[in-house]
């Protein structure tokens, strides 16, 4: 017994001076500053009686984090006051004191007394330290406006102030990077991710910081940079995540795949690696392998319903169209109120040609959203202007366009960003339903509301080149240029007037400029379409046929591509059978579309199947009746098979829909053609001559 009690005795001794030579060490900057009443409290310090009274602060904070009763708190808060009044110079002993005050919930008292050490002594890294902690944990959740007013500001102020007197201290770095972030300062915020990730180069979370930092700047080419010379050994499936989402975005299509195989290959359990493993199977072409992928997520998880309503999606666009629909029934029976399921149903239904299902269920979809007073927050206004966009192109498909424009006043009543949408889609559709004058009004009515809206100005123009006001509308959107990445949109814009002018060489011009501002295939699809289009216009058929195979390239489930590539080969009578496999594929994704529809028609027509083109473009023509040139197709077809009295009505037809300005692709020149046409055939069977569709 008498040798552990000198043992104990022994340690103690050893204890006490360890502690008495670093609570000096603490205090020693307060007493480097402090005027000459902080030198007679310094001469009064009895450090045994601060060293007795701090060890049993120590042990009553322990047992009351064992016991969890309030009374040690209360001891151990004494003896922390107690030990400071036997050292009052000890900056030490307040942050110890101010610390308590912090676990145990009592901020206010916390942040006065570390305010006072700062107060002796502005740099105080361990003040600065446990205030920027406090401060933290009083920012609550940003998102849901929970947190203090300027909390985040005062947050920022103290790490800024731990990383200038420690700034090896990587962790409160990298806090700091996460705050200037959360604040919108993502400069600072990379460049203190670099320094520190300079410094500790083998630092995981520096490393998933700066890449997120800049996943969501859009820096890919960054993150590929970055992420291509990290050892194989430290890429874990997060970071391999990040790097294929960055190949997918820059379309470098079969990196993805590859890296997102790696990371599910490490992490087989991730459904969000699954997925995007899906979806860059998706972006290459791949549907089978992408729904394999999608059918492994739901027998993981088949409670979750949004794998279901992913695998319908991918089927949908399969032309997988009952497994499709089965699958959203199982995801609404697994969620019922979840107002997504029914949307896509909608969709589905919309796609089927099912329009009165499809429109049921968006007004399903919209009552279950309605507020009595109307007012919605912006989340919600949007969903409804989603809900009532495609119920209003469901109307304009079915050529109601007085139902269509009544739809959008809808989403123009939601108010705020919402309503310029709607205004645009109302001009929109008084263009498609021939109502150019209506639209031109409606157009300026809706400028006077919001004169910077683009889309409106870009619409506005569109109608003076649509009237033959070409120089004008050209000029309008050329005082819209900024000289950014913005100016795409404007340059297409520019090339569809002189498109539509036949100012081919400049409309060629302007889209280049248009591709010189995207940066990835994404961006581009649009421009090599618009390009195409303009080199068939021209009967530039190979270069027009480079620029699709640009577009399917970049994504093969690009419907009108396929579609308009399948045409013009069949309008040429070459390559038939590859021109009815494109076709094919636009209705895989779209088997109600009348212009597609019409196209594997005339493909089948030009192949001398007319048993074949009877029925896509009879279809077509129920569809889309006032189209002129399904119309003279579809007459094509009935002369082929000897209906010559039905050829003539469908011709005469195309003549009438032509003069009323129905398509602009159906023009005099081919109006005269087939006038000719109507003539001849009256003449076979004996019906008077006429100048048929004269104006």
């Known amino acids: 017994m008498t040798t552990r009690r000198v043992r104990y005795g022994a340690a103690t001794i050893c204890l006490l001076m360890f502690v008495l030579a670093a609570l000096a060490r603490a205090q020693a900057p307060a007493q480097n500053k402090a005027d000459n009443s902080a030198r007679q409290a310094a001469e009064s310090q009895d450090h045994a009686a601060a060293y007795y009274h701090y060890m049993l602060a120590q042990r009553y904070k322990d047992?009351?984090?064992?016991?969890?009763?309030?009374?040690?708190?209360?001891?151990?808060?004494?003896?922390?006051?107690?030990?400071?009044?036997?050292?009052?110079?000890?900056?030490?002993?307040r942050v110890q004191l101010g610390e308590l005050y912090w676990r145990v919930s009592r901020i206010e008292d916390a942040v006065n007394e570390v305010q006072s050490v700062l107060k002796d002594n502005p740099d105080d890294v361990q003040a600065h330290r446990l205030l920027a902690r406090i401060y933290f944990s009083s920012m609550g959740d940003s998102n849901s406006g929970s947190g203090t007013p300027g909390m985040l500001e005062k947050t920022i102020a103290e790490f800024e102030a731990v990383h200038r007197l420690d700034p090896d201290d990587a962790d409160s770095a990298l806090m700091l990077g996460r705050l200037y972030k959360a604040d919108n300062q993502p400069k600072k915020a990379e460049a203190l991710f670099e320094k520190v990730l300079s410094d500790n180069p083998d630092s995981r979370n520096v490393?998933?910081?700066?890449?997120?930092?800049?996943?969501?700047?859009?820096?890919?080419?960054?993150?590929?940079?970055?992420?291509?010379?990290?050892?194989?050994?430290?890429?874990?499936?997060?970071?391999?995540?990040?790097?294929?989402?960055?190949?997918?975005?820059?379309?470098?299509?079969?990196?993805?795949?590859?890296?997102?195989?790696?990371?599910?290959?490490?992490?087989?359990?991730?459904?969000?690696?699954?997925?995007?493993?899906?979806?860059?199977?998706?972006?290459?072409?791949?549907?089978?392998?992408?729904?394999?992928?999608?059918?492994?997520?739901?027998?993981s998880d088949p409670q979750s319903p949004m794998s279901?309503?992913?695998?319908?999606?991918?089927?949908?666009?399969?032309?997988?169209?009952?497994?499709?629909?089965?699958?959203?029934?199982?995801?609404?029976?697994?969620?019922?109120?979840?107002?997504?399921?029914?949307?896509?149903?909608?969709?589905?239904?919309?796609?089927?040609?099912?329009?009165?299902?499809?429109?049921?269920?968006?007004?399903?979809?919209?009552?279950?959203?309605?507020?009595p007073d109307g007012k919605?927050?912006?989340?919600?206004?949007?969903?409804?202007?989603?809900?009532?966009?495609?119920?209003?192109?469901?109307?304009?498909s079915q050529e109601d366009y007085d139902k269509a424009i009544e739809t959008y006043q809808g989403i123009v009543a939601l108010g705020g960003d919402q309503a310029p949408r709607g205004e645009a889609l109302i001009v929109e559709t008084l263009q498609l339903d021939q109502k150019n004058h209506k639209a031109m009004q409606a157009a300026e009515t809706a400028l006077k509301k919001y004169p910077k809206n683009r889309e409106l100005l870009m619409q506005r123009a569109s109608l003076l080149g649509q009237e033959g006001h070409r120089d004008e509308a050209v000029a309008q959107l050329e005082n819209m240029l900024t000289g950014n990445a913005d100016d795409r949109d404007i340059y297409l814009s520019i090339a569809q007037?002189?498109?539509?002018?036949?100012?081919?060489?400049?409309?060629?011009?302007?889209?280049?400029?248009?591709?010189?501002?995207?940066?990835?295939?994404?961006?581009?699809?649009?421009?090599?379409?618009?390009?195409?289009?303009?080199?068939?216009?021209?009967?530039?058929?190979?270069?027009?046929?480079?620029?699709?195979?640009?577009?399917?390239?970049?994504?093969?489930?690009?419907?009108?591509?396929?579609?308009?590539?399948?045409?013009?080969?069949?309008?040429?009578?070459?390559?038939?059978?590859?021109?009815?496999?494109?076709?094919?594929?636009?209705?895989?994704?779209?088997?109600?579309?009348?212009?597609?529809?019409?196209?594997?028609?005339?493909?089948?027509?030009?192949?001398?199947?007319?048993?074949?083109?009877?029925?896509?473009?009879?279809?077509?023509?129920?569809?889309?009746?006032?189209?002129?040139?399904?119309?003279?197709?579809?007459?094509?077809?009935?002369?082929?098979?000897?209906?010559?009295?039905?050829?003539?009505?469908?011709?005469?037809?195309?003549?009438?829909?032509?003069?009323?300005?129905?398509?602009?692709?159906f023009g005099a020149q081919q109006a005269a053609k087939l006038r000719k046409q109507v003539n001849n055939l009256k003449h076979e069977i004996g019906q008077p001559e006429a100048a048929v569709g004269q104006n």
Do not use: C
Not at 65 to 87: C, F, L, M, P, W
Not at 207 to 227: A, P, R
Not at 376 to 396: D, H, K, S, V
């Open 308 to 371: 279901y309503v992913r695998l319908a999606q991918l089927d949908r666009q399969m032309g997988n169209f009952e497994d499709a629909r089965k699958e959203l029934e199982q995801a609404r029976g697994l969620a019922p109120d979840n107002l997504e399921i029914p949307y896509q149903q909608a969709v589905l239904e919309d796609t089927l040609g099912n329009e009165t299902k499809a429109i049921s269920l968006l007004q399903e979809v919209l009552k279950k959203t309605e507020k």
């Open 497 to 665: 007037i002189y498109s539509q002018a036949k100012t081919y060489a400049k409309a060629e011009e302007v889209i280049q400029k248009a591709l010189a501002l995207s940066n990835n295939p994404d961006d581009q699809e649009y421009a090599r379409f618009l390009l195409g289009s303009v080199y068939e216009r021209e009967k530039r058929f190979d270069l027009a046929e480079e620029q699709f195979r640009k577009v399917l390239d970049a994504d093969p489930l690009n419907d009108a591509a396929a579609n308009y590539l399948g045409y013009m080969l069949a309008d040429r009578g070459v390559r038939l059978d590859e021109s009815v496999k494109y076709i094919k594929d636009a209705l895989r994704i779209e088997p109600n579309n009348g212009a597609y529809l019409d196209s594997l028609g005339w493909a089948y027509h030009k192949m001398n199947r007319n048993d074949m083109a009877q029925s896509p473009l009879e279809k077509a023509v129920k569809l889309i009746p006032n189209d002129p040139t399904i119309r003279e197709h579809l007459g094509y077809v009935y002369l082929a098979l000897g209906e010559k009295a039905k050829a003539l009505q469908e011709w005469e037809h195309a003549l009438k829909f032509q003069r009323r300005g129905v398509s602009g692709d």
């Open 63 to 93: 047992l009351a984090g064992i016991y969890n009763r309030s009374d040690y708190v209360d001891r151990a808060i004494t003896e922390y006051q107690k030990a400071i009044a036997a050292d009052p110079g000890s900056l030490f002993l």
């Open 207 to 299: 490393l998933v910081n700066l890449t997120q930092l800049y996943f969501d700047q859009g820096d890919y080419d960054k993150i590929i940079s970055l992420l291509e010379n990290v050892p194989d050994s430290r890429m874990d499936p997060a970071l391999l995540y990040l790097l294929g989402s960055s190949y997918a975005q820059t379309r470098d299509l079969k990196k993805a795949e590859d890296v997102f195989k790696k990371a599910l290959d490490r992490e087989p359990d991730s459904e969000d690696i699954r997925r995007a493993y899906a979806e860059s199977l998706m972006a290459e072409g791949k549907t089978e392998e992408a729904r394999s992928q999608l059918q492994e997520i739901v027998k």
């Open 376 to 396: 919605y927050n912006p989340a919600e206004a949007n969903n409804r202007a989603i809900y009532l966009q495609r119920m209003g192109t469901i109307y304009r």
